[in-house]
């Protein structure tokens, strides 16, 4: 059995001999992690610290001393997760609701970062919608119903963005929809529904990617996986509303029987789209998610996903991407970002974007014009499916939630950045 190296966190400089504003000092019997500003204020510190230790080789640590609080507990964690070791770690606090909500948030978390870091050929479609409701059923059996929708089913009730995308794969798309009512009462209204992206893996079909922009396309299903992690997290909270949950779900693939370039995809909410380019295919498959979701009248609709590169390009890999036509939607989310410790920051999306999406065959392409914000033109495709054009609806462009390759905070991999974010939202508002 290995021995756990204690690690104490410390708010005052090293010692000179560890060297200029060291983030590290060690003992017979101990490490330290000296969080100061000098080595990125607290939170940054610790995170740092647990992947420096990590990267050591250490695999089992016992957080010791009075310094820790439920935040740095959290963020060391976060840090020490590494996708190929099954390291240990003793939270270094006794029972009680510190401890819940430690084990709540990893919980969650450690699926979301898993399922996401899991290979295409075992998370594929059906997989991924499977996992997620086993998961939630597990966490409130009594609460969650689901049904999980494929092959011809997609079709015979007009899911048809799903279905087109999902068509060149032997494993076709599937749609999850789940029901999670604690109130007991089957008439209880609906108070928001989630819609996730889970393109389990994104070739770019005809518009196929080049191999050095495919090799992480395992993560295109980033927002279903979010999405799920946050609402097990708020689960685990206490959340007493009802919220409905759509995972849309497919592999995007080329084939024989691929979708193509000049396809126009008509939708049950009687918007036509053309395909200008299959590498904008997380729009098309979110659209009948959204679709129904609208059809529910909640109060809120908030959706995930990886859905563009020029959200990265704006923001980097550190903030998730935040847009709506209503501040006060967006508000709700930047202010649950700040409250969890996660990082948002909001991209513009107007009315005026829902005209730089122009087709000379159907209502809109899935594309936007030359020179048009992609980041935003991919929003206001999607705002073609809320009802009312967006009312009430907020999307998450997840720019911060995967790493192609680890840095000094995060493994490589998936993070798990905004499962908090959409905990919160949905116990606040």
């Given at each position: 059995?290995?021995?756990?190296?204690?690690?104490?966190?410390?708010?005052?400089?090293?010692?000179?001999?560890?060297?200029?504003?060291?983030?590290?000092?060690?003992?017979d019997s101990e490490a330290r992690i000296h969080a100061t500003e000098a080595t990125g204020g607290k939170l940054v510190a610790v995170q740092r610290g647990?992947?420096?230790?990590?990267?050591?080789?250490?695999?089992?640590?016992?957080?010791?001393?009075?310094?820790?609080?439920?935040?740095?507990?959290?963020?060391?964690?976060?840090?020490?997760?590494?996708?190929?070791?099954k390291s240990t770690l003793d939270w270094g606090v006794g029972d009680g609701e510190e401890l819940k909500e430690l084990e709540a948030r990893k919980a969650?978390?450690?699926?979301?970062?898993?399922?996401?870091?899991?290979?295409?050929?075992?998370?594929?479609?059906?997989?991924?919608?499977?996992?997620?409701?086993?998961?939630?059923?597990?966490?409130?059996?009594?609460?969650?119903?689901?049904?999980?929708?494929?092959?011809?089913?997609?079709?015979?009730?007009?899911?048809?963005?799903?279905?087109?995308?999902?068509?060149?794969?032997?494993?076709?798309?599937?749609?999850?929809?789940?029901?999670?009512?604690?109130?007991?009462?089957?008439d209880a209204p609906v108070d928001i529904c989630l819609v996730g992206k889970g393109i389990t893996f994104d070739s770019g079909g005809y518009s196929i990617?080049?191999?050095?922009?495919?090799?992480?396309?395992?993560?295109?299903?980033?927002?279903?996986?979010?999405?799920?992690?946050?609402?097990?997290?708020?689960?685990?909270?206490?959340?007493?509303?009802?919220?409905?949950?759509?995972?849309?779900?497919?592999?995007?693939?080329?084939?024989?029987?691929?979708?193509?370039?000049?396809?126009?995809?008509?939708?049950?909410?009687?918007?036509?789209?053309?395909?200008?380019?299959?590498?904008?295919?997380?729009?098309?498959?979110?659209?009948?998610?959204?679709?129904?979701?609208?059809?529910?009248?909640?109060?809120?609709?908030?959706?995930?996903?990886?859905?563009?590169?020029?959200?990265?390009?704006?923001?980097?890999?550190?903030?998730?991407?935040?847009?709506?036509?209503?501040?006060?939607?967006?508000?709700?989310?930047?202010?649950?970002?700040?409250?969890?410790?996660?990082?948002?920051?909001?991209?513009?999306?107007?009315?005026?974007?829902?005209?730089?999406?122009?087709?000379?065959?159907?209502?809109?392409?899935?594309?936007?014009?030359?020179?048009?914000?992609?980041?935003?033109?991919?929003?206001?495709?999607?705002?073609?499916?809320?009802?009312?054009?967006?009312?009430?609806?907020?999307?998450?462009?997840?720019?911060?939630?995967?790493?192609?390759?680890?840095?000094?905070?995060?493994?490589?991999?998936?993070?798990?950045?905004?499962?908090?974010?959409?905990?919160?939202?949905?116990?606040?508002?």
């Amino acid at each position: 059995m290995t021995t756990a190296m204690q690690v104490k966190l410390e708010t005052t400089a090293a010692a000179e001999h560890w060297g200029k504003n060291a983030l590290l000092s060690f003992s017979d019997s101990e490490a330290r992690i000296h969080a100061t500003e000098a080595t990125g204020g607290k939170l940054v510190a610790v995170q740092r610290g647990a992947r420096r230790l990590d990267g050591m080789g250490v695999t089992a640590v016992a957080l010791v001393g009075g310094n820790w609080d439920l935040e740095t507990r959290w963020a060391f964690w976060a840090g020490y997760y590494n996708p190929n070791r099954k390291s240990t770690l003793d939270w270094g606090v006794g029972d009680g609701e510190e401890l819940k909500e430690l084990e709540a948030r990893k919980a969650a978390s450690l699926w979301v970062r898993e399922i996401t870091n899991g290979t295409p050929e075992n998370v594929f479609p059906r997989a991924l919608a499977e996992s997620a409701a086993d998961m939630l059923q597990k966490l409130a059996p009594y609460a969650v119903e689901y049904r999980i929708l494929s092959g011809d089913e997609l079709v015979e009730e007009g899911f048809m963005g799903i279905h087109n995308v999902g068509r060149g794969s032997v494993r076709g798309g599937a749609m999850l929809q789940l029901d999670y009512n604690p109130t007991g009462k089957e008439d209880a209204p609906v108070d928001i529904c989630l819609v996730g992206k889970g393109i389990t893996f994104d070739s770019g079909g005809y518009s196929i990617k080049p191999s050095a922009g495919m090799a992480h396309m395992k993560s295109d299903m980033g927002g279903a996986a979010m999405v799920t992690g946050g609402l097990a997290l708020a689960i685990a909270r206490g959340l007493k509303k009802r919220v409905k949950l759509y995972l849309c779900c497919a592999e995007n693939l080329v084939s024989g029987n691929a979708f193509k370039l000049g396809d126009i995809i008509r939708y049950k909410n009687g918007v036509t789209a053309e395909i200008l380019n299959t590498d904008a295919e997380g729009r098309l498959v979110l659209a009948d998610g959204l679709i129904a979701a609208s059809e529910q009248n909640p109060r809120y609709i908030l959706d995930a996903a990886t859905l563009t590169g020029a959200a990265k390009m704006a923001v980097g890999r550190d903030y998730n991407s935040v847009m709506s036509f209503e501040d006060e939607m967006a508000e709700k989310v930047l202010s649950a970002a700040k409250l969890e410790n996660e990082k948002a920051w909001r991209l513009p999306l107007e009315k005026f974007h829902m005209e730089q999406i122009p087709s000379g065959f159907a209502e809109i392409a899935n594309v936007g014009v030359d020179g048009s914000p992609g980041a935003s033109t991919a929003a206001a495709f999607l705002a073609k499916f809320v009802r009312d054009d967006g009312r009430g609806w907020v999307h998450i462009d997840l720019s911060g939630s995967y790493l192609p390759s680890p840095n000094d905070q995060w493994a490589q991999g998936a993070k798990g950045h905004g499962v908090r974010t959409i905990a919160r939202f949905l116990l606040d508002n």
